[in-house]
């Protein structure tokens, strides 16, 4: 499995972006993703989860209301659509996928990483 994440860019605090990422390899469809930022210094926390059919999510505490993860499994993409950007979401977003098909937290729990990309949010 080979992931894709594009869509970071710079952008003031209050603004939107849709990150993307694109699959590629077998049995996408059978499990679940993820989207992960770390910031400088920090270390890789979840942001967000979809299930492999899209029917169960999950998101952090400090972006609930503000971002929507979605994907289409014909597309073999996952989105995060990121609303009213803080300064503190500035962080490398990387997509990844999970061992099963639910909507896991850890990241022991994913075993296939894209490259991140620079989301970068001014005040």
């Known amino acids: 499995v080979q992931l894709q994440a594009s869509g970071g860019g710079l952008v003031q605090a209050g603004g939107s972006l849709r990150l993307s990422c694109a699959a590629s390899?077998?049995?996408?469809?059978?499990?679940?993703m993820g989207w992960f930022r770390q910031a400088p210094g920090k270390e890789r926390r979840i942001v967000s989860a979809i299930s492999w059919s899209g029917g169960l999510t999950y998101y952090a505490d400090s972006v609930k209301g503000r971002f929507t993860i979605s994907r289409d499994n014909a597309k073999r993409m996952v989105y995060l659509q990121m609303n009213n950007l803080k300064p503190e979401d500035t962080a490398v977003y990387f997509c990844?996928?999970?061992?099963?098909?639910?909507?896991?937290?850890?990241?022991?729990?994913?075993?296939?990483w894209g490259q991140g990309t620079l989301v970068t949010v001014s005040s």
């Open positions: 390899g077998p049995m996408f469809n059978s499990y679940g």
């Open positions: 990844a996928v999970a061992r099963n098909s639910v909507v896991p937290r850890g990241l022991d729990d994913y075993n296939y």
